[in-house]
């Protein structure tokens, strides 16, 4: 768990990370069920984990929720000399898909912090409508309770009972 602040609102951020290994398939595909944002994740000195990426997407596609925030991630980027896969098609791949895409290191902490927050800004404009119902629905029902107090106190000097409203 970890708590980031995007646009002045405070974020709780829950994180799994299935490592996309065949044998942690089944319970990946559980974890899809309730996510609001995915990482697609692809080593950039791994011409095959990149190739998996594609079969990645489809499984998301399949069991994540209609609406999921995606972002494609080439890590290991402070591995250039060990580097198979292009910059150029990873941006083409996210392209591809309507993903935003990073060359991250968490070796170096390159793009680390701002893929995450771009991936919760991502998830927080999915979800604008639903937040701002909310606070419209707050407001409202702050304005009703109001409303609803000036109606029970008693009006002018004429009804001067000696009540508190305090």
Known sequence: MKTIEVDGIKVRIQIWDTAGQERYQTITKQYYRRAQGIFLVYDISSERSYQHI???VSD?????????????????ADEEQK????????????????????????????????????????????????LDGLRTRASNELALAELEEEEGKPEGPASSSKTCWC
Request: hydrophobic share 30%.
């Open 60 to 76: 998301v596609d399949e069991y994540a929720p209609e609406g999921v925030q995606k972002i494609l991630i080439g890590n290991k």
């Open 83 to 130: 580097r198979q896969v292009g910059r150029e098609q990873g941006r083409q791949l996210a392209k591809e898909y309507g993903m935003d895409f990073y060359e991250t290191s968490a070796c170096t902490n390159l793009n680390i912090k701002e893929s995450f927050t771009r991936l919760t800004e991502l998830v927080l404009q999915a979800h604008r409508k639903e």
């Open 54 to 56: 594609m079969k990645w």
